[in-house]
């Protein structure tokens, strides 16, 4: 097996695939379950999938080179894990850009002077079409607003640790975050090419 690549040009590559039939398998609170045929190769494939409205996330990093981290409950996992502040793209036609700004008002009464595209990820590509724009956050002050949380929010930690530290607990498996652990790695290049 030869490596024919260019890694300068290393890319996900689009495919349009004939969609056959495509059923709402489900329709939920958040996001749905849809169920399509697709014409791929010499055949068709179904394929279930959660078609979801993608979502933003923040990597804030103080003066200090320290990481807003939050702690909440996550049910699916049974755990209250390690997250960096993030929230869906449920807003019709808004940008993640002021996505990214409203979440880190409501999750952490934060707002930021200097923000700029970190990484966007597919968080699941086997099993759901999400996906995530991460954003990185400096030049950070209290916001005069202060947000009402309920449910898993109602019991927020917030920690501020260095992203050192932060790279440490993902890379001996401590936090499992995947989005938090996107940002973190990304951000953490960010700024040693900066440096």
């Known amino acids: 097996m030869s490596n024919t690549t260019d890694p300068r040009g290393l890319a996900d590559e689009p495919v349009d695939v004939e969609v ?4 709402l398998v489900f329709a939920g ?8 045929t697709v014409r791929y190769g010499d055949g068709e494939i ?15 990093v103080d003066d200090e080179g320290r990481m807003l981290l939050i702690q909440q409950y996550r049910h699916p996992i049974r755990r209250r894990d390690w997250e960096i502040p993030a ?3 449920d807003i019709a036609g808004e940008d993640p850009a002021t996505a990214a700004r409203r979440e880190l008002a409501e999750e ?3 707002e930021a002077s200097r923000w700029e595209p970190l990484v966007s990820i597919y968080t699941t590509p086997g099993g759901n079409d999400e996906i995530v724009h991460v954003f990185l956050a400096r030049g950070l002050s209290a916001t005069t607003t202060a947000f009402a949380r309920e449910e898993e929010e109602r019991d927020i930690r917030v ?18 975050n995947g989005i938090l652990t996107a940002g973190a790695l990304a951000a953490a290049e960010r700024l040693r090419r900066e440096a």
């Not at 056959?20 to 059923?23: G, I, L």
């Not at 958040?30 to 399509?36: I, T």
């Not at 920690?159 to 499992?176: H, K, Q, Y």
């Open 20 to 23: 056959v039939a495509s059923e």
């Open 29 to 36: 609170k958040v996001w749905d379950v849809r169920s399509d």
């Open 46 to 60: 179904v394929r279930q999938y959660v078609d979801h409205t993608g979502a933003v996330a923040i990597v804030a």
């Open 87 to 89: 929230g869906l793209l």
């Open 108 to 110: 952490a009464d934060l």
């Open 159 to 176: 920690e501020w640790i260095a992203i050192g530290d932060v790279v440490d607990a993902v890379l001996e498996g401590r936090i499992r």
